[in-house]
């Protein structure tokens, strides 16, 4: 009679395969108020003024509206910091050669009007919204430009303020008087109609100039005439 064969080794070796580990889930970046006012610049981009609440918001962020309060007081804090975010302006190194007051002026405001453009809302927001350090930061480079150029102290307040004034209408006009060109062409049209009321636009034909970066920097160049020390 044979003799039994010892069970062990009759046991043949399983080989298995890798063990294959679980994929983590993505997790959100942790919440910080640099991510909390990138987003919101990104919703009203997207959305405008009317479409940023804390909830869609919050959303956006994939956390809890409460959570938010960890870092934003309100909502009007949100607007505050996401306007001056956008306004932040590094001016250009002076070299050592003679400044040109103008041009930096013209820089300064051309970026200006540029970066709202970028974000429209901004435009709408920053006439009543409370001045962060960056745009704090433009007012006092523009009023110390101005006052290097010889622009009184007396007048420096007027200059600040019309400039400001300029740049914030050229911005929202060019933002919401946005018709295609073949609205432009039939509002001329029915204003050659009306010759003898509005003679002046119908012979320049105001409503068919397109130029908004050029009439904004020949515009800007009538108010630095102005400004020039005699």
Known sequence: M?????????KRTRRTGPRLQPVPEPREPPLSLDRIVATAVE???????????????????GAGVMSLYWHVGSKEDVFDLAL?????????????????????????????RASML???????????????PNILGRLELLGRTLSGAGV???DLNVAIWSLWNYVM?????????????????????RLAGLG????????TRLLLDNDWDGAFRKGLDFLLDGLAPA
């Not at 003898?196 to 012979?203: M, S, V």
């Open 2 to 10: 044979a003799a039994k064969r010892s069970g062990t080794g009759s």
């Open 43 to 61: 919703l009203l981009d997207a959305q405008g003024v009317d479409g940023l609440t804390m909830r869609r918001l919050a959303d956006r962020l």
């Open 84 to 112: 001056d975010s956008v306004l932040g302006y590094r001016a250009p190194s002076q070299s050592g050669e003679a400044q040109d007051w103008r041009g930096d002026v013209v820089q300064m405001l051309e970026d200006w």
């Open 118 to 132: 970028r974000h429209p809302w901004s435009a709408l927001l920053l006439p009543r919204r409370a001045l962060g």
């Open 152 to 154: 009184p102290d007396a």
């Open 169 to 189: 209408g050229a911005t929202i006009s060019r933002a919401s008087f946005d018709l295609s060109d073949d609205d432009r062409a039939a509002a001329q049209q």
């Open 196 to 203: 003898e009321l509005y003679p002046t636009i119908g012979r």
